[in-house]
């Protein structure tokens, strides 16, 4: 057999195929938004931000800004001919501010220029005549103001104050957690383009075609079909194009109607800081009551999540936070308070793990606590802490855990990464070393996973043959480069029994399939893949037929695989057979539609079963401080994860590589710091830090747990997008470890991010 056989006979599904666009990008030659041909007469938008917090907006003045060259003309909330409220959820945001201004960054209108610099010149010279109200910015103030954008939502079960009340040992406790910047390569873009009989065709850079399509038109006035979104591949999302890349498009269409003209919106990172949400900040108060192993009896959890001036996602974003503050771990008698707090800050948004590791962090937290209370190793209250097979084994919004490999998986890493030696010797270290205090932490992840919102779990696809036997595929999940599409082309290749380099993806676009849901929830493989897989299967059972019907046998016993098509009496190339099976009139293009199975919950209560699965891993983490400075550093990551059967292994580490250095710098170095006027302070990369490769650890180990997905999902594989990210909470909890090995003492208050002046503060109280 020669090498292109061996090649062929290896099935794409498992192999660590090549990024489907890795050559353009590597070459330069893959497009994203910005690249996208200009159109003859584009014009440019750049937006008026405001200067104020909070404030009654008197007027506009773009006298100064509309003598400057280039300029065409500005755009305010007067120039919509729809809805001047964007189509959200809540209906709770303007298109711009227009009697008054929420917050420092809104925008109140746009410059229209020829060049793009022209028009960001021309924005700053706008003079905005805002008349300064009492701003609400401090996250704690608005809980007691009662200050929200949605109503407050709380999860019981069982009776926690007498548990507290009777368990043997009780802490209480408060601190707080930041939120964090997507920091995304390509910032917030969207190109405009009115077509003939009041048409328009949007590129935006979008994790959720259909909602731009949705949002825009009603923007426009104008029914869905009228407008088509395209969007082939993003610089990266992270959730912060989820719903946020909307507003661009919103804006640089109300620009293009209003000039006649095709318009390009293309956020400066600055602006992109200044408008945009993130990451929810949190607040916690808990009591928690535990019995001598460190097993939690009973507990009261108050959760207070900065949701900015509108609700965005808010409501499902602090759901999920609500549904993950269990993590790994039954809790019996509990009671979850969450607040959804109204501030005059940006409206923050979803981002990578959505409520997830805000509800992760208390429990891990508290659990870290009492081990430190008791005098015990924090692995050994986490494991006493499990969910159960048999019993304890349902979570407190009522899904049962059917799943459960915790014990095995946790087990498994405590020996590989040699935990309980390292323990030992950071003790002997740590007794040695009066500056240099090092840490050490083992946490667990459980993750659920589907949309909360059960509607949003469906998904379409198509999938084309043509007759030379190569292979289109379409669907309605987007590229953010997370290797959806290259995954979804692997399915369809195998299921068609074709080379992975005969199927091509196009760009995701709301003309091919309609009301797709957000590429979001780590479930884009989940669903599109299943949903191409369909698509491909319909025309595969098509051929399979024909065939049966030529080589007089049943259509099972038609094999299609290695770039052939074998009956019982011929073989001949997938090529020869899709040729015939053309000139014979069979259809080879199919469809496909799939929605998850199993999943309901109530969203008033906040029960059922909200996820088809959990995602599960672990994460060792080794830290060392300076407790002089309050500088850390991460020295050792050993990873065991669970993706099921993995798809695609060399995407899949990537993903959780990734997503622990961007969970790890949520909780060390990203710092988000609004002043008392309400500026973010830290708008740019010379004031907001992300991790750079100098804080990756040499010692960087990541495996994979061995079994397949339990539940019927494709290729019996897992998500792997956000889970990977909460394994970062094991940096946070070694760096509290280090601080308690300084201080000498019991329970750690340490606010993240653990910058050096947290630390620091750590060290002191």
Request: hydrophobic share 40%.
């Amino acid at each position: 057999m020669n090498a292109p056989e061996k090649f062929l006979a290896k099935p794409a599904t498992g192999s660590s195929h090549f990024h489907e666009s890795a050559r353009a990008q590597v070459a330069g030659g893959a497009t994203y938004i910005d690249d996208v041909a200009e159109v003859k007469g584009t014009l440019h938008a750049a937006p008026i931000l405001s200067n104020v917090a909070h404030g009654k907006l008197r007027g506009v003045d773009a006298s100064q800004a509309s003598t400057m060259p280039g300029v065409r003309g500005i755009v305010l909330a007067k120039d919509i001919p729809g809805d001047p409220i964007l189509a959200t959820f809540v209906h709770d945001e303007t298109v711009f501010a227009v009697d008054t201004v929420e917050h420092i960054g809104q925008v109140i209108g746009l410059v229209v220029a020829d060049t793009v610099m022209q028009a960001r010149r021309a924005a700053r010279k706008v003079q905005l005549d805002i008349a300064p109200l009492s701003a609400m910015l401090d996250l704690r103030e608005a809980v007691k103001a009662r200050s929200f954008v949605l109503p407050p939502v709380t999860v019981r079960r069982g009776e926690p104050e007498r548990s507290i009340a009777e368990a043997p040992h009780k802490l209480s406790g408060a601190f707080d957690v930041g939120g964090q910047e997507h920091f995304y390569l390509e910032g917030q873009v969207a190109y405009a383009l009115p077509l003939e009989q009041d048409n328009w065709w949007i590129y935006s850079s979008t994790q959720h075609p259909a909602e731009v399509q949705h949002w825009v038109a009603h923007a426009l006035g104008l029914d869905n079909h009228a407008v088509t979104v395209e969007c082939r591949r993003m610089g990266g999302g992270f959730g912060g194009k989820e719903t946020q890349a909307g507003h661009m498009a919103v804006w640089a269409a109300l620009a293009a109607r209003k000039f006649r003209r095709p318009v390009k919106l293309r956020m400066d990172r600055d602006d992109d800081f200044m408008v945009t949400g993130k990451r929810h900040p949190f607040a916690y108060d808990y009591e928690v009551g535990f019995d001598d192993s460190g097993r939690i009896l009973g507990m009261k959890l108050l959760l207070a999540a900065n949701c900015g001036f509108s609700a965005d996602l808010s409501g499902p974003v602090v759901d999920r936070a609500v549904f993950h503050v269990d993590n790994a771990y039954f809790l019996g008698d509990v009671e979850i308070v969450s607040y959804r707090c109204k501030t005059n800050v940006q409206s923050h948004t979803a981002f990578r793990g959505f409520g997830g590791p805000q509800g992760m962090i208390v429990t891990e937290a508290i659990l870290g606590d009492i081990a430190r209370a008791l005098g015990k190793d924090a692995l050994d209250v986490r494991k006493a802490n499990f969910y159960g097979i048999a019993d304890r084994n349902v979570t407190h919004y009522q899904m049962p855990v059917e799943d459960n490999i915790l014990d095995p998986l946790v087990s498994k890493l405590e020996q590989t990464s040699q935990y309980r030696a390292r323990r030992a010797a950071i003790a002997k270290w740590n007794a040695q070393s009066p500056v240099i205090k090092r840490g050490l932490a083992l946490t667990p992840v459980k993750f659920g996973i589907s949309f909360t919102a059960t509607f949003f779990n469906q998904a379409g696809a198509l999938v084309h043959v043509y007759t030379d036997g190569s292979v289109h595929v379409n669907h309605g999940g987007t590229e953010m480069g997370q290797g959806l599409h290259t995954k979804v082309c692997q399915i369809v290749a195998d299921e068609l029994g074709v080379p992975f380099d005969k199927v091509r993806i196009s760009a995701t676009d709301t003309s091919k399939i309609p009301n797709a849901s957000a590429t979001a929830a780590s479930s884009g493989t989940d669903l599109n893949g299943r949903a191409a897989q369909f698509a491909a299967r319909e025309v595969r059972q098509r051929l399979a037929a024909y065939v049966a019907d030529k080589q007089k046998c049943r259509p099972e016993q038609v094999i299609f695989a290695h770039g052939q098509v074998s009956g019982p009496d011929a073989a001949m190339s997938f090529e020869q057979v899709v040729d015939d099976a053309f000139h014979s009139r069979v259809q080879l293009w199919s469809d496909g539609f799939y929605k998850t199975p199993k999943i309901h919950y109530d969203k008033h209560t906040l029960t059922g079963r909200p996820f088809y699965y959990f995602s599960y891993g672990a994460a060792c983490t080794e830290v060392a401080i300076d407790t002089l400075t309050g500088e850390n550093r991460v020295l050792k990551v050993d990873i065991l994860h669970d993706v099921g059967r993995s798809i695609n292994p060399a995407i899949d580490i990537g993903q959780i590589e990734g997503g622990f250095v961007q969970g790890m710098g949520w909780l060390t170095t990203e710092q988000l710091v609004w002043n008392e006027k309400g500026h973010l302070a830290t708008h740019a990369p010379s004031t907001y830090k992300i991790p750079a490769t100098g804080d990756v650890p040499e010692h960087f180990k990541v495996a994979f747990w061995h079994e397949a997905n339990p539940e019927d999902n494709v290729g019996g594989s897992k998500a792997v997008g956000e889970p990977p990210l909460m394994l970062a909470i094991s940096v946070f909890e070694a760096l509290r470890d280090a601080a308690a090995a300084a201080r000498g003492d019991g329970p750690v208050r340490m606010d993240a991010p653990a910058t050096a002046e947290n630390v620091l503060r750590a060290l002191r109280k």
